[in-house]
């Protein structure tokens, strides 16, 4: 199966993706979070996403934030925002 988008591929590395127990490859919740992004979820649901991964330990802010960067300005601030609204980042929503 092959899946057409519009939005631009990123490269998925090997510790981006988990064996689920079905056997399948699954993307680990911090890529699936920027590939969503990226495909334009709105930022309310981004957000939530966020905090369900930060209060189930799924995500480290530090490299979620420095691939967000690379994603490019929208994407970075997205999480930026998050980050601050969950209080992780003493820095104010933009």
Not at 30 to 55: C, K, P
Not at 62 to 73: C, M, N, Y
């Amino acid at each position: 199966m092959q899946l057409h988008t519009q939005t631009p591929r990123y490269e998925v590395r090997d510790d981006e993706v988990r064996l689920a127990p079905s056997s399948l490859r699954v993307t680990s919740p911090q890529r699936t979070l920027l590939d969503v992004a990226v495909a334009g979820m709105s930022s309310e649901h981004i957000t939530i996403g966020v905090r369900q991964a930060l209060s189930r330990g799924w995500i480290d802010t530090s490299r979620l934030l420095a691939e967000a960067q690379r994603r490019g300005k929208r994407i970075a601030s997205i999480f930026e925002d998050a980050l601050a609204e969950a209080q992780v980042l003493d820095v104010p929503p933009t």
